[in-house]
């Protein structure tokens, strides 16, 4: 099997850390922009326990499956990436599984703590980008509560929470579709939502947690910015709240 991550696993793992090096000495940002509105991915998917049965931390009983798993993988910087692997006596595979959950941890707090900030400004190109290029969708719903769509989808506590924090937030998404009225706009972005949360379900097999942080990662344009994560996440928490996603 090859060592290559499969794109959903390594969209995930982007978001969870933030797109920034989860090694806690060097947060580096793994999505720097080299010119304007261009930015270039310096990630790579570091294994926890190695893939080669001979590389740092390998465990013989590993399938190649469980190698490249969510689970088994922690994203970093290629200088980090190299620390880690040439000094495996230091960076053993409890200490890296306990440096990814703390900074997936850390991640997710702020963006609770910053959820509720986001301005007119920031919405514009998210909503913009994200009612472009919509097909109609057929299927039929019926509108569940948040907290009922976030136990039927069995969503942690702490996404629970950068939900019903996100809410905030996502009031100024209403006040900015108020004063930017478009009749087909709304229905717009909630048709790409669905679509592309129907397409992560049904194609994907993505649910729970990582059905989430994919449909995040889709509503911030799967860009590092500050500016736009925390558009994404209003426009995720004001669909969330008033519309079909997450229904099924």
Known sequence: MSRQVSVPIRLRLGM???????????????????????????????????????????????????KNSEDNLILVCANCHTIIDKNPKIYTTPKLQKIKKEHEKEVLDKWIEDA?????????????????????????YTLLKPKEKIQKNNLSEHIAQL???????SNQVDQYLEKHPNPQQGDQIRERFVQEYNR??????????????????FASLHSNEKTKTRAGLSVLVYLFEKCEVFEK
Request: charged share 30%; hydrophobic share 35%; with cysteine.
């Open 163 to 169: 939900i019903l924090r996100g809410m905030i937030g």
């Open 116 to 140: 509720p900030n986001v301005g007119f400004s920031e919405l514009e190109d998210v909503l913009k980008y994200l009612a472009s290029d919509v097909v109609t969708t057929q299927d039929e």
């Open 16 to 66: 969870k850390c933030g797109r920034v090096c989860a090694m806690p000495d060097c947060k580096a940002n793994l999505l720097p922009e080299i010119t304007e509105n261009v930015e270039t991915n310096i990630s790579e998917n570091a294994h926890i326990m190695g893939f080669s049965k001979n590389g740092p931390r390998a465990e013989k009983d590993l399938t190649d499956l469980e």
């Open 200 to 217: 992560l379900r049904n194609e994907e097999k993505i649910k729970d947690d990582d059905l989430f942080y994919s449909l995040f990662d």
